[in-house]
T-cell receptor
Framework: SQQGEEDPQALSIQEGENATMNCSYK?????LQWYRQNSGRGLVHLIL?????REKHSGRLRVTLDTSKKSSSLLITASRAADTASYFC?????????FGTGTSLTVIP | SAVISQKPSRDICQRGTSLTIQCQVD?????MFWYRQQPGQSLTLIAT?????????ESGFVIDKFPISRPNLTFSTLTVSNMSPEDSSIYLC??????????FGQGTRLTVV
């Protein structure tokens, strides 16, 4: 399977705290992306990091990539209740997108 | 960006029947994909829908069970054939131009009884 694995599977934090989730994958990649899915809805793209990049920022999001370890992390700073959702990494070895197992984040107001 | 309209949004079907799901995009896109997402699980890629040729299926998925059409660059269908309760899932259409960003429809929630 080309599916990545994420941990933790579930994460519960207080509003204002930071949330970190990790993704490990198996294949070579062109890039790695993170998506968010609110309950019962389609996925929304958050951020993309290319295979030759090590870190990228977008607003309250920070993504790191370590291709030698085939791993990535997503940090959400100063979390809000509206950040409650499932988060998936997606690896893109060619033109297909393979999604990780996901982290369910709950931010408690 | 791309806006995807997926129909139906949900359906309840009898076992042994088939359901065709439609995916319409508001712009021409090179890549179209079909995913399955079982409750509380991740997305599993079923196949890549190729315009004008047969779809490319992932391991574990076959054309007889999930026939796919893609007559042009803005439209695709996925049929779930001879359904059983194990096919109950959310089916998602996705599009991308290159490998930059994938856009998703709202999904079809299928229940087989």
């Amino acid at each position: 399977s080309q599916q990545g694995e994420e941990d933790p599977q579930a994460l519960s934090i207080q509003e204002g705290e930071n949330a970190t989730m990790n993704c490990s994958y198996k294949t070579s990649i062109n890039n790695l992306q993170w998506y968010r899915q609110n309950s019962g809805r389609g996925l929304v793209h958050l951020i993309l990091i290319r295979s030759n990049e090590r870190e990228k920022h977008s607003g309250r999001l920070r993504v790191t990539l370590d291709t030698s370890k085939k791993s990535s992390s997503l940090l959400i700073t100063a979390s809000r209740a509206a950040d409650t959702a499932s988060y998936f990494c997606a690896t893109v070895p060619g033109n297909q997108f393979y999604f990780g197992t996901g982290t369910s984040l709950t931010v408690i107001p | 960006s791309a806006v995807i309209s997926q129909k139906p949004s949900r359906d309840i079907c009898q076992r042994g029947t088939s359901l065709t799901i439609q995916c319409q995009v508001d712009s021409q896109v090179t890549m179209m994909f079909w995913y399955r997402q079982q409750p509380g699980q991740s997305l599993t890629l079923i196949a890549t829908a190729n315009q004008g040729s047969e779809a490319t299926y992932e391991s574990g998925f076959v054309i007889d069970k999930f026939p796919i059409s893609r007559p042009n660059l803005t439209f695709s269908t996925l049929t779930v054939s001879n359904m059983s309760p194990e096919d109950s899932s959310i089916y998602l259409c996705s599009v991308a131009t290159g490998a930059q960003e994938a856009f998703f429809g709202q999904g079809t929630r299928l229940t087989v009884v």
